[in-house]
């Protein structure tokens, strides 16, 4: 029995050597050669399939197109604010951002004009009346909506949004003037505060009206049980629920009466008691001529107050907001 198995191995080996060399031991040609299993596994390791360098190259190109809008839409904003910042202070300043040639003459010679800082001051006054009255006016109107059930109450509160959006100032100039006229408003800041109030308070009323509902009756309940009066409840426990509110109305209304320019140009007549943004346009030469000195000065110092009040009230309230409750 083993005589004949040994010749019979011995001729098989042969045979398998003589179609090509070929390895004829299992176990060696398992370890001499990779399975297609281990060949695939291989392949995935050392290049990514198509599908995936493309979804790799689209990503790519959608981040490089999202940072080239963003890096456009900045340097569009950007250059403005840098031309604010630097022409002030150039001897020869031009239309275009370039290098200062340093100088404080722009500001000597802005201090020499007799109205410039008069009208910041009536600026600082005008804004801040018609802050303070459409703070008060909205905050107690917006808390009557909110908490009186009144038959129609936001029908009217949208018919009064609507009639403010489509009946602007300018619409309205020629009944306002002649009702200041009558009034005996004309040339006085209370004619400018109060047109100008007017136009903001329904916007205002709906903005507070938000807040207003998001504050919890129960605190108000509570007050109510231990004896608080209405007005107390308002003073000491809905408007500490409302500031940031209040906060945000108070910074619409400035931002909107200090760049006011029709209201005041028209009812005004007396230049002490023009704001900043009438006197910004009599900057100009008798050919009509912008002088860049003085404008760039005077739109920096004009600048500075809304700047600063929109940086102290973001500190403060950090404009986030859920209801009528900071965030």
């Known amino acids: 029995m083993s005589e004949h198995s040994e010749p019979e191995r011995s001729q098989a080996n042969r045979h398998r050597e003589g179609r090509g ?64 910042a ?23 010679a802005l201090l020499d004009n007799p109205y410039a800082l008069t009208s910041l001051r009536n600026s600082l006054i005008q804004a801040g009346g018609s802050a303070v009255l459409v703070v008060t006016l909205a905050a107690l109107a917006a808390y009557a909506l909110s908490r009186a059930r009144v038959p129609g109450r936001d029908a009217l509160l949208y018919v009064l949004l609507l009639l403010s959006s489509v009946v602007t100032g300018t619409a309205a100039m020629v009944p306002l003037f002649e009702l200041a006229t009558r009034l005996g408003l004309i040339d006085t800041h209370l004619g400018v505060v109060l047109t100008l109030s ?85 900057l100009y030469t008798e050919g009509g001529a912008p002088r860049l000195d003085l404008i760039s000065t005077f739109s920096l110092l004009y600048s500075l107050p809304v700047v600063v009040m929109y940086v102290f009230v973001s500190r403060r309230y950090g404009f986030r907001f859920h209801g009528g409750i900071k965030s």
């Open 86 to 108: 630097t022409a002030p202070f150039d001897a020869r300043p031009g239309i275009t951002v370039s290098v200062p040639e340093f100088t404080l003459r722009n500001f000597q």
């Open 21 to 84: 060399g070929e390895v004829t031991d299992g176990r060696a040609g398992s370890e001499g050669r990779a399975t297609p299993s281990e060949e695939g596994t291989s392949r995935l390791k050392g290049r990514p399939e198509p599908a995936e360098r493309s979804e790799a190259i689209r990503h790519a190109v959608a981040v490089i197109g999202r940072a080239t809008f963003l890096a456009a839409v900045l340097g569009f904003f950007a250059l403005p604010l840098l031309w604010l």
């Open 198 to 282: 007017g136009g903001l308070l329904p916007a205002a009323i709906f903005i507070m009206k938000d807040f207003m509902d998001g504050t919890p009756t129960s605190y108000e309940e509570s007050a109510r049980v231990f004896g608080a009066s209405s007005g107390q409840i308002l003073r000491h426990v809905v408007i500490p629920l409302v500031r940031p509110g209040l906060a945000t109305i108070a910074v619409w209304a400035v931002a909107n009466v200090w760049g006011s320019f029709l209201q005041p140009f028209i009812l005004l007549r007396d230049p002490d008691k023009a704001p900043g943004a009438v006197i910004l346009y009599t």
